[in-house]
């Protein structure tokens, strides 16, 4: 299904809240010019042991987490303007300590 996301604008600084629970940082090369990848670190607000309890649908202009079955909590992060996920390539990591979800990815 089609979302409707308000549109994000990176900062300079290379990071943009993306709503209570996220938040996309570009990853630059070494002279700080162009955006290389993303990173996207979502602090779920729903108790998971392990992302077997979630489902995650990666998108090129959003990302969507859904909790435990038989709830209806998700959280959807819109990526910032010119930025875009790759879904083949991204990488994800869940920190069961900080209830946290870090995805990278290179910007498409």
């Known amino acids: 299904p089609q979302l409707s996301l308000p ?4 900062s300079a600084d290379g990071l943009v809240s993306a709503g209570p629970h996220a938040v996309v940082e570009a990853l630059r090369l070494g002279d700080g010019t162009e955006a290389q990848g993303l990173r996207v670190t979502v602090t779920a607000p ?3 042991s392990s992302m077997a309890e979630a489902e995650l649908d990666l998108r090129t ?3 969507v987490l859904r909790g435990p079955a038989g709830g209806d909590a998700q959280v ?3 990526m910032p ?3 875009a996920l790759d879904p083949d390539r991204a990488e ?3 920190s069961r300590r900080k209830r946290q979800l ?3 990815s290179p910007n498409v």
């Open 102 to 104: 870090v995805i990278t």
């Open 61 to 63: 202009d959003c990302l």
């Open 7 to 10: 549109p994000l604008t990176m």
């Open 76 to 78: 959807v992060v819109p």
């Open 92 to 94: 994800a990591k869940f």
């Open 81 to 83: 303007v010119g930025f």
């Open 46 to 48: 729903f108790e998971l």
